[in-house]
């Protein structure tokens, strides 16, 4: 999760500032997000003020639409 998030956050980072004038979230970095999301979200403050819709009270089920593939339990150090 961390890593798929981070990874995403730096590519729109870097894309803000290399062309703030001209920058456009990609639908591709919403999709790599939405791959290891567990519950819905929204852009909170990042579009403007936040209105009724980022209000997110209630039962809310799992996102997730991936079946768990496996476990890392270890890993060589040398070659990690």
Not at 14 to 20: G, L, V
Not at 37 to 47: H, K, L, M, S, Y
Not at 55 to 66: L, P, S
């Amino acid at each position: 999760y961390v890593a798929t998030v981070v990874s995403v956050y730096r590519k729109v980072i870097d894309a803000y500032c290399a062309d703030p004038e001209n920058f456009v979230i990609q639908k591709e970095w919403l999709d790599e997000l939405n791959k290891c999301a567990n519950r819905d979200t929204a852009p909170a403050c990042f579009e403007g003020t936040p209105g009724y819709e980022e209000q997110m009270f209630g039962e809310h089920g799992k996102k997730t639409t991936f079946d768990f593939a496996g476990l890392v339990l270890a890993y060589n150090e040398d070659t990690q």
